[in-house]
């Protein structure tokens, strides 16, 4: 079992001398307790020493991304993104976005779950291209004030191990009333990066309350769409 907003969604400790629930910034887990005096064997040293430096590279992620995700509840995504690094750098020895891909930056409040227009993302030569066909209920939100949304499209790029190896950039729709029965199609496209470039896509709903943003983080989802390059 992963983490949990609460303890009690943990259910009933099976066996309290053996398991024991913690508590972290990202929310509740249960695990084995662990024995005094254990020794830590040579190939987990080095996971340790990987994932310290996984989880730097995902602090320097999340910075980047910080005027599009400073308005979510990101909990565990820190973590399941240093752990993705790590798996990534132990399988090829280096760290790149291959294994983000589908990774919710609000696992609360996903994407999917918030927005309900379809929409797909193309690759066409040098561009992604994300298409949604915006119509008719196109979120789904009950007992909302929200009145309007638009979306955001944003790539990053580059090598998230090194200290100033990361580049952003992101394109904004228009905004789309929330009563609105018109069926539209809202094209967002980025340019990609060089070929061996490290890359990935990332799709954004937001909500406003009349000319303010919406206070309620139920108002937003953000999700990596795409990935792709590698470093060399």
């Not at 400073?70 to 990534?88: C, G, S």
């Not at 580049?167 to 789309?176: A, I, P, T």
């Not at 609105?180 to 496209?189: P, W």
């Not at 999700?223 to 470093?231: A, L, P, Q, S």
Request: aromatic share 8%.
């Amino acid at each position: 079992m992963g983490y949990v907003k609460e303890q009690w969604m943990l259910g009933n400790n099976p066996d309290p001398k053996r398991f024991e629930d913690v508590h972290t910034k990202g929310g509740w887990y249960r695990r084995e307790k662990r024995k005094k005096g254990t020794k830590v064997n040579p190939v987990l040293k080095k996971n340790v020493h990987t994932m310290t430096e996984s989880l730097a590279a995902a602090d320097r992620l999340i910075a980047k991304l910080d005027p599009w995700v400073r308005d979510l509840e990101l909990v565990t995504v820190r973590m399941n993104i240093a752990a993705n690094f790590t798996k990534r750098y132990n399988i090829t020895g280096k760290a790149d976005f291959m294994l983000m891909k589908g990774l919710d930056l609000q696992p609360y409040r996903k994407l999917d779950e918030l927005l309900r227009a379809p929409y797909r993302v193309d690759i066409v030569k040098d561009e992604v291209i994300i298409k949604i066909d915006v119509g008719e209920r196109s979120l789904e939100l009950t007992h909302s004030i929200a009145t309007e949304f638009y979306f955001d499209a944003v790539i990053l790029w580059g090598n998230p191990m090194e200290e100033k190896g990361l580049r952003v950039d992101g394109v904004e729709s228009k905004l789309y009333s929330i009563k609105s029965k018109k069926a539209e199609k809202c094209v967002l496209r980025l340019d990609l990066p060089g070929k061996k470039m490290p890359w990935m896509v990332l799709l954004k709903v937001s909500c406003l309350e009349g000319n303010e943003l919406a206070i309620n983080t139920r108002h937003y989802g953000m999700k990596i769409v795409e990935v792709g390059g590698n470093i060399e």
